[in-house]
């Protein structure tokens, strides 16, 4: 385990399965607070340690029981805890409140503030939400108040509970997504939660995410070199330059493959782009075109060609670093977030699409 470098305040973002789990810890992480992904089932001790928690949507429904088997000792800790949608009915649900299936409510309807909150601070009586349910709070349980109520349009059906809250417990819950641009001042809201509600300071930026990256690349990697495959693109390349501010240059070695599958002249331009980065004491290169090719002949389907892609490189790799001599230095990657994202890189997320940087074989290394 490698220690953390400096201590932020964290929120801790709850995956339930929801499309929109990812969007909650950016937004968040854009208000300079660090908010990290967990999984519902994730020990109390690891969400005793965050400032705040933020239960996601989920296609599960609530009023039928479908609760992921989710750990509700959280429910005990004094940390603040926002629920968004499906969490906003889970916290209803748990404090004694009452949840109905029906009454669905989507796209865009308006909120209308009943009860002045620090959740709302900033905010006028009425808000444009976005709505995405099927079930609805119906009642709220012992210490809570309503908030919030919704109504499409002026003459529209309207939901009570829409938004509810206890001090007392410091639970809080939306029926809407905060997270998305079509809640007009859902940044403004989950910015209160953060501040107002959980104390958190921000202090996570990303000059200070570099520094603590390349001192945790440093510790990691100690006194042994590394071998990076380097595909030009945006990934590996910001990969490349961290580890060589971290360790120097001189212990990194980079491949960079020509898969045949590149623009003409391209891996002749990633290569000077490498080499202006100071990149260029280990740079290798090795024209695989036939091999990739080759994988590749008589394939259709694209998650089968994404599949082979990636094996090949790995193949490529190994046989490189064998006949380099290098193959006992460690292996580095880089992977840019929506590469995580599409192939499924948390535990309730669905495979959008297979990166080649994302196979199992890679996995496993």
Request: hydrophobic fraction near 40%.
């Amino acid at each position: 385990m490698i220690p953390r470098i400096m201590t932020h305040d964290r929120i801790a973002v709850v995956d339930f399965g929801g499309q929109y789990a990812h969007l909650i810890a950016t937004k968040i992480r854009r208000l300079h607070v660090l908010a990290e992904i967990r999984q519902p089932e994730d020990p109390t001790e690891v969400f005793a340690a965050y400032k705040g928690i933020v239960l996601s949507g989920s296609p599960s429904l609530s009023s039928f029981g479908e609760d992921s088997g989710y750990n509700k000792e959280v429910y005990g800790l004094p940390v603040p805890v926002l629920g968004l949608c499906f969490g906003h009915q889970e916290i209803a649900t748990h404090y004694g409140g009452t949840v109905i299936h029906g009454g669905r409510e989507w796209g865009h309807a308006d909120l209308h503030i009943v009860h002045p909150h620090p959740l709302f601070r900033g905010l006028g009586p009425t808000e444009q939400v976005w709505m995405s349910h099927f079930d609805s709070v119906t009642a709220v349980g012992p210490g809570f108040e309503e908030l919030g109520y919704t109504k499409l349009g002026a003459s529209g059906p309207g939901h009570r509970f829409a938004a509810i809250g206890s001090d007392v417990h410091k639970r809080y819950g939306l029926q809407f997504h905060a997270e998305v641009d079509d809640t007009t001042h859902g940044q403004e809201m989950l910015s209160n939660f953060v501040f107002d509600i959980c104390g958190c300071t921000p202090s996570w930026t990303m000059e200070r995410y570099v520094e603590e990256q390349v001192e945790r690349v440093r510790q990691q990697v100690g006194d042994n070199s590394v071998f990076l495959l380097a595909s030009g693109g945006v990934d590996s390349t910001v990969a490349a330059v961290l580890i060589s501010r971290a360790i120097g240059p001189e212990r990194l070695h980079l491949l960079h493959v020509d898969n045949g599958l590149m623009r003409k002249g391209e891996s002749r331009k990633v290569l000077d782009t490498l080499g202006k980065l100071d990149l260029y004491r280990h740079l290798h290169f090795v024209d695989a075109s036939r091999e990739f090719l080759a994988a590749l002949e008589g394939m259709v389907e694209p998650e089968a060609k994404r599949r082979a892609i990636g094996d090949t490189f790995i193949a490529v790799f190994e046989s490189e670093a064998k006949r380099l001599g290098i193959e006992h230095h460690l292996l580095a990657q880089g992977t840019i977030y929506p590469d995580t994202i599409e192939t499924g890189g948390t535990k309730r997320a669905d495979t959008i699409k297979t990166h080649h940087n994302r196979v199992p074989i890679i996995e496993e290394m």
